[in-house]
């Protein structure tokens, strides 16, 4: 039985703008007063799990129990296949300590220099924890390419080099509600509403 979110206070525990920003949006609809773990102050926990799921409760739980509240976590990153699949759960460490995602995207490139497979999925952890430990889960992915040079300023992260299957925009040049109805955050977020907040008010 799924544990379901009864206050309408929330902690997201990311200290990725990008990421907080997208977050809120989808949360908007269910009235909840959302607070990143950057806003409070919140230290980020080493992310020592191997997979999205460990790392996205691990960051669930401690910011959690720091803030005495629901907190939402999120793991997500790039999946290659002929890079065996890198970066994966260190997608954003790929960019740096500056968190330069330019830079990132070139070492994908550059990774990919003479492979004919452009094959990529998005992958998205998202980790609901209240401060006694309780964790629900939930994963959601989306298929695509990997285009060069990149295309759009929109979105953050690789979004300007993936070009979901079906689409001939990229993440960087969809507008956001787009990205939002199709994303691998998307989906674990559907999921996530269904099982833990009901319809919007």
Same mark, same amino acid.
């Given at each position: 039985? +799924?544990?379901?979110?009864?206050?309408? +206070?929330?902690?997201?525990?990311?200290?990725?703008?990008?990421?907080?920003?997208? %977050? #809120? =949006?989808?949360?908007?609809?269910?009235?909840?007063? @959302?607070?990143?773990?950057?806003?409070?102050?919140?230290?980020?926990?080493?992310?020592?799990?191997?997979?999205?799921?460990?790392?996205?409760?691990?960051?669930?739980?401690?910011?959690?129990?720091?803030?005495?509240?629901?907190?939402?976590?999120?793991?997500?990153?790039?999946?290659?296949?002929?890079?065996?699949?890198?970066?994966? %759960?260190?997608?954003?460490?790929?960019?740096?300590? +500056?968190?330069?995602?330019?830079?990132?995207?070139?070492?994908?490139?550059?990774?990919?220099?003479?492979?004919?497979?452009?094959? #990529?999925?998005?992958?998205?952890?998202?980790?609901?924890?209240?401060? =006694?430990?309780?964790?629900?889960?939930?994963?959601?992915? @989306?298929?695509?390419?990997?285009?060069?040079?990149?295309?759009?300023?929109?979105?953050?992260?690789? =979004?300007?080099?993936?070009?979901?299957?079906?689409?001939?925009?990229?993440?960087?040049?969809?507008?956001?509600?787009?990205?939002?109805? %199709?994303?691998?955050?998307?989906?674990?977020?559907?999921?996530?509403?269904?099982?833990?907040?009901? =319809?919007?008010?």
């Amino acid at each position: 039985m +799924r544990r379901r979110l009864t206050g309408d +206070r929330l902690i997201i525990a990311s200290h990725n703008p990008g990421k907080v920003a997208e %977050i #809120a =949006d989808l949360l908007r609809p269910f009235g909840v007063d @959302v607070q990143s773990a950057s806003a409070l102050g919140l230290a980020e926990p080493e992310e020592t799990g191997v997979t999205f799921a460990e790392n996205a409760a691990l960051k669930a739980r401690a910011a959690a129990a720091a803030a005495g509240l629901p907190a939402l976590a999120d793991d997500s990153g790039l999946v290659v296949p002929a890079l065996d699949g890198a970066p994966g %759960i260190y997608s954003a460490r790929w960019a740096g300590p +500056r968190k330069d995602f330019r830079r990132a995207i070139e070492t994908v490139e550059e990774a990919l220099a003479g492979k004919r497979d452009r094959r #990529a999925h998005f992958a998205c952890a998202l980790a609901l924890a209240w401060p =006694d430990g309780h964790v629900e889960l939930f994963e959601g992915t @989306v298929h695509g390419t990997l285009v060069w040079p990149p295309r759009g300023g929109r979105g953050f992260g690789y =979004d300007p080099m993936f070009q979901a299957d079906g689409r001939k925009e990229t993440f960087g040049e969809m507008a956001p509600a787009e990205k939002h109805r %199709i994303s691998h955050r998307a989906r674990a977020f559907a999921q996530l509403v269904e099982a833990c907040f009901g =319809d919007p008010s």
